[in-house]
């Protein structure tokens, strides 16, 4: 069979739309047989993404592979236009196994079960499409597309105050889409031609003003989805309500959406107005790391607590993106599918911990490790690598992003000594506040309450393959980063060789070396 020209990324994307539309003739009232359909979509996409890299994918070429164009209405130019490259190709690996171990992990939902699949499936092909597409329209649709299924996720199987979380995600999340509608219909008009196309777009010779109002515009939008401080507020309340299986897929997957869009977009296509923002990010990234960090030591509440602890590693992200080096942008990029991988963890095991014991309140808790054994091991482990143990895949993209910044050439000794210095009090803070967690849910006296009026059984076989199946990448990337930074280092390389260009301080440098190199003598003339 030939498969060189066979539409893979079009099929990863539709399959499991199209297969969330037959939910609702299957024959089920309890759901089991619904959760085992889904679970077998989940898999069989999974493995079409899998298969579709690996026979189909060159690791060596920093350009867009699997592309596929099609018009869809030419009447507007808008094309379905998808393709992938190093930037890409790891989040939608990322999101094909979250998502999957996501309907496993809802394996206990029997409330509206048909319309939980769907609502899952349908948002597992909108998520690859917003890491695949390549027309600026199309982006934008797809990008509202994955609102919907989240907005209802939350407001229909969410805690107490989940009307309050689901209104305040889609207000902040479609509030900052309408500035991704008017930067993208603006960039696509500009100049001789009328173009979505984002190769094409970025080809355009945008005058420097109009870039940096371009970048903006963006940035706005992208700082919602990350989260950004101060547009954070929504993603607490989100997750304060959010079911465990919801949680995985904002934390592995949703604010990834937002890092992409920021190298995919700001970076990629408006390289000089990065050179000017570039700072801006720095410092925002810091007041991530430290705020969210200090701000999670205080939350007594085990899901905000955790929700706070990635908003404070997203500040890592940004800061990786502003580097102007290799070694920085691949620890930025490390970072986002580390943290998929973490988050997504830890949050399921805050909804097993809160499905034995009914609490979220760390006061409520204390001394459960003699009865959950395994849920206390886990725990500890997933924990261990959120605070970047070494031997974790935190730990390598954390030192990434530091010694990238801290070798970068673009800024100032004064400013590089700061930015490291407020970054490395952010990663002694976050030990502190997640090896307390720990202790007040795990160690010390039993809460005579909680024990006697709940059973507290261990992790069953179900959750122990999860929390496994994430542990595997966590550990091995640790231990050999290549595994991951080999997929996209050709894009990243070419990508900061490029943004370099834009400093003129860099380019200039660049410049006087290229003089120096061709004027010297050969060796042995």
């Not at 989805?225 to 079911?243: F, R, V």
């Not at 296509?269 to 990065?274: E, F, G, R, V």
């Amino acid at each position: 069979m030939n498969t060189a020209n066979f539409p893979w990324l079009t099929t990863i994307i539709l399959f499991p739309i199209a297969a969330s539309l037959l939910l609702p003739i299957i024959p089920d009232k309890e759901g089991k047989t619904v959760r085992w359909y889904s679970l077998i979509v989940g898999l069989i996409d999974f493995a079409l993404i899998v298969y579709a890299f690996y026979t189909g994918y060159d690791f060596s070429n920093p350009d867009l592979q699997l592309v596929e164009s099609y018009p869809w209405v030419p009447q507007l130019g808008l094309n379905w236009s998808v393709g992938a490259d190093g930037l890409s190709m790891p989040l939608i690996i990322l999101t094909g196994f979250i998502t999957t171990l996501a309907i496993l992990a809802a394996w206990p939902v029997t409330f509206k079960p048909k319309l939980f699949y769907f609502l899952i499936l349908a948002m597992y092909g909108g998520q690859i499409a917003v890491f695949a597409v390549q027309d600026m329209l199309l982006f934008f649709l797809v990008w509202e597309l994955e609102l919907v299924p989240i907005y209802f996720l939350l407001s229909i199987w969410g805690g107490k105050r989940r009307q309050y979380a689901a209104t305040k995600f889609i207000l902040y999340t479609a509030g900052g889409s309408l500035f991704i509608l008017l930067s993208a219909l603006t960039m696509g008009f500009y100049g001789d031609t009328v173009t979505f196309d984002m190769r094409a777009i970025a080809l355009k010779d945008f005058a420097l003003n109009f870039q940096l109002a371009l970048y903006a515009g963006f940035l706005i939008a992208y700082a919602v989805k990350l989260p950004i401080i101060p547009l954070h507020t929504w993603l607490p309340d989100a997750h304060g309500e959010a079911t465990a299986p919801v949680h995985m897929l904002l934390a592995g997957i949703l604010l990834k959406m937002g890092g992409y869009a920021l190298i995919r977009m700001n970076a990629q296509m408006l390289p000089d107005a990065h050179a000017y923002f570039a700072p801006v990010l720095v410092v925002l990234g810091v007041v991530n790391i430290i705020y969210a960090a200090l701000t999670s030591f205080a939350q007594r509440n085990l899901k905000r607590k955790i929700a706070y602890s990635s908003i404070s590693h997203m500040g890592f992200v940004m800061i990786g993106i502003a580097s102007f080096t290799d070694l920085g942008l691949s620890g930025a990029v490390l970072q986002m599918v580390s943290h998929g991988l973490i988050g997504a963890s830890l949050f399921f095991l805050v909804g097993a911990t809160y499905d034995r014991t009914h609490t979220l309140m760390l006061d409520e808790m204390g001394g459960v490790a003699k009865r959950m054994p395994k849920i206390f091991a886990m725990f500890t482990t997933c924990s261990m690598a959120s605070l970047a143990l070494p031997g974790m895949s935190g730990f390598v993209a954390e030192l990434m992003v530091f010694v990238g910044f801290a070798t970068s050439d673009a800024y100032s000794s004064t400013f590089k000594v700061i930015v490291v210095f407020l970054m490395a009090v952010g990663v002694i803070l976050t030990p502190i506040y997640l090896l307390s967690m720990l202790r007040e849910i795990f160690y010390g006296k039993e809460n005579e309450e909680l024990v006697s009026h709940q059973a507290l059984i261990d992790a069953e076989p179900r959750e122990v393959f999860i929390i496994a199946c994430l542990l595997i990448p966590i550990i091995g990337i640790g231990f050999y980063p290549k595994l991951l930074t080999q997929m996209y280092d050709a894009t990243t390389v070419q990508l900061t060789a490029r943004l370099r260009d834009s400093v003129p301080t860099l380019a200039q440098q660049k410049e006087e070396t290229l003089k120096v190199s061709l004027s010297a003598p050969e060796i042995g003339n």
